[in-house]
């Protein structure tokens, strides 16, 4: 969660921390799960986020807490 307060601010502007969690949570199910990056950025812009934010969160997500 700090990482992505430090790298993507934007995303969790008026989100609580569990709400921050949970994107997250969700977004390393799909990693796990071998879901297309397109299937995974839709569930997370369902959440809010703009596409670019949602392909951010992914990306850092891959990078840093859950790689496959």
Not at 4 to 17: A, Q, S, Y
Not at 31 to 54: F, H, M, N, S, Y
């Amino acid at each position: 969660m700090a990482r992505v307060r430090e790298k993507l601010p934007e995303v969790v502007i008026d989100r609580r921390d569990e709400e921050v969690a949970a994107l997250g949570e969700q977004t390393c199910t799909g990693v796990r799960k071998g879901r297309p990056d397109a299937t995974t950025v839709g569930e997370i812009q369902r959440q809010g986020l703009t596409p670019a934010a949602a392909r951010a969160v992914l990306a850092l997500a891959k990078a840093t807490a859950c790689p496959a």
